[in-house]
């Protein structure tokens, strides 16, 4: 597997992504105006990705949740004018969230559940070519002549069916509507996602 | 700055080149432009990372076993015009049995019969020309269908109409005095106690009949993955129908599947929520506690499961007493 090798991407499976929405859900609530968290969140997973090695951390979550408050950090000063408010919320930071969010509790209890319910709701074409290639592990190019279409058209279904799943377990257009400034970036997201992009 | 991509975006073109590699290994052609890119943001090795964990995850449904039939999840869509088949039947019931909701009565009504549902039963009413209608908890509809058109009045609560295609006959669903028309569609349609009426379509075309709007002579139709909230009076002023993204959708319709998902409600709204699916109450003592925002699944028939996760999440304190479940914040501070 290229981009992160296999024992790599495994070990986020198992160590980090459960992690994902109490992460965002601590974003939500503490991260400066202007800091989106589905940013945070991509940028903090390729530090993970580029660390030489994982074997070394012993609190994932917890190192996790550091990393993301490096991020942030580092996005703080990268914008000329820190606003003293924004310094403010950095503070805020300090003590992350350490308990379970229901959300992660739930999924816990029934991942596959949620798996086979995610896999269902697919569009019919997406979903018949994504159980024949993840579930059954049929190679792509003989889910094409089976299903008589091109391998650039199941290449294509792959993909909208892995999109599918990050919008399922993921972001979802999930984002949070508790503060204001968080409703802006809904409203921006919903009206076409034209970027609610500030200072960078 | 460029325009810089959103994290969305972003997502877009990680699920693509996880499928890409997936298929087989890249031209060296390819190999530059997968670089370029892996290397011109610094959200994308990361959102790259979790698109392969995921589809990695995808595999676990192995364990489902090989007779592993996604449509036994599926929920009702649209219907088969010959009737709900005996599959799609037993797929719904079973789903909706995993996650601990009785459906009963899969047997067509009789025409003017009312249809209703107890506090926290979900029901699957087949009508005869292949639609079907499925009752949240505390509905109730009328079937009255004749040769004219397919006509539903939803007496209160909420309803989720699969309708099955048929141009000479359209099927109409009344809601207190408004008429909402198709030809075919999948759409929601909600009037509880204290709100306005409030209609979902996740699929097809839905029609507002003219005489509901106040001044303007033109009936307005609302499009897939649209909603709208019918003003309180008729004739009102009536806003646009708005669009939602479905996701939004998937989420308000939880409920088809025994479910109540949460995106930020404050937890007062969440306690309400669960108030419709069952006597117990969830009572706040806390109106801080009362503000927190949650999320998550959870299944419509638990609310002592939820205020039990919701307890642990705020360090709150949970007793039972009769059909109350009481949270405080632990420590009695507020």
């Known amino acids: 597997m290229i981009g992160a090798d296999r024992q790599r991407t495994l070990w986020f499976l198992r160590n980090i992504l459960p992690h994902e929405s109490a992460l965002r859900g601590w974003l939500s609530r503490s991260a400066p105006q202007g800091v989106d968290p589905d940013d945070i969140i991509q940028e903090a997973y390729t530090i993970l990705a580029e ?10 979550r917890a190192y996790l949740f550091q990393v993301a408050r490096s991020v942030i950090t580092r996005h703080v000063r990268r914008a000329r004018i820190v606003s003293i408010h924004a310094v403010d919320d950095l503070d805020r930071l300090e003590h992350p969230d350490e308990a379970a969010t229901p959300e992660q509790l739930a999924i816990d209890r ?6 086979a319910l995610a896999i269902a709701a697919m569009p019919v074409k997406t979903r018949e070519a994504f159980v024949l290639r993840r579930v059954k592990g049929v190679p792509q190019r003989e889910i094409a002549s089976r299903m008589r279409i091109s391998e650039n058209t199941v290449e294509t279904h792959i993909s909208r069916g892995v999109l599918f799943l990050i919008d399922w377990f993921g972001r979802g257009g999930n984002k949070r509507s508790q503060t204001s400034k968080n409703t802006e970036v809904e409203i921006s997201s919903l009206d076409g996602r034209t970027r609610h992009q500030s200072r960078h | 700055m460029a325009e810089r991509d959103t994290s969305r975006d972003i997502d877009q073109a990680a699920s ?6 997936d298929r087989g290994p890249l031209n060296p052609e390819e190999d530059k432009a997968f670089q370029a890119w892996l290397h011109g943001d610094p959200r994308r090795r990361g959102a790259l990372l979790r698109a392969q964990a995921l589809s990695m995850m995808s595999e676990s449904a192995q364990a489902l076993g090989p007779s592993f039939d996604p449509a036994a999840f599926q929920s009702p869509r649209r219907a088969p015009l010959a009737g709900l088949s005996r599959r ?10 995993a996650v601990g909701v009785v459906v009963l009565g899969v047997g067509r009504p009789a025409s003017g019969a009312v249809i209703r549902t107890e506090r926290g039963e979900i029901r699957l009413a087949p009508l005869k020309d292949g639609s079907t209608v499925l009752l949240n908890t505390q509905s109730a509809i009328r079937v009255r269908y004749d040769e004219g058109q397919r006509l539903v009045t939803l007496l209160s609560g909420e309803a989720y109409f699969s309708v099955a295609r048929d141009e000479k006959r ?10 909402l028309r198709t030809v075919q569609a999948g759409f929601r349609v909600r009037k509880l106690d204290h709100d306005p009426v409030d209609i979902l379509v996740q699929q097809g075309r839905v029609e507002l009949d003219a005489s509901n709007l106040g001044g303007s002579s033109e009936a307005m139709a609302l499009e897939a993955n649209t909603r709208m909230v019918l003003p309180e009076l008729i004739g009102g002023r009536t806003e646009q129908p708005q669009a939602i993204a479905p996701e939004i959708i998937t989420r308000e319709l939880a409920w088809r599947e025994g479910k109540l998902a949460f995106e930020g409600e404050t937890l007062q709204a969440a306690a309400e929520a669960f108030g419709r699916y069952s006597d117990t109450r969830i009572r706040i003592r806390d109106p801080n506690l009362a503000r927190e925002p949650v999320s998550g699944l959870f299944a419509a028939n ?6 039990r996760a919701i307890a642990h999440v705020f360090d709150a304190r949970l007793e039972q007493d009769g059909d109350n479940v009481i949270l405080t914040r632990a420590g009695g501070g507020h």
Request: cysteine-free.
């Open chain 1, 51 to 60: 660390l030489e090695t994982v074997e070394t951390i012993r609190f994932p």
């Open chain 1, 110 to 115: 029934d991942e596959l559940r949620q798996l």
């Open chain 2, 16 to 21: 693509r080149w996880t499928a890409r590699l």
């Open chain 2, 88 to 97: 799609q039947a037993l797929g719904w019931t079973s789903a909706a049995a």
């Open chain 2, 170 to 179: 359209p099927f109409v669903v009344e809601v207190y005095g408004r008429r």
């Open chain 2, 302 to 307: 638990d609310p002592v499961g939820f205020s």
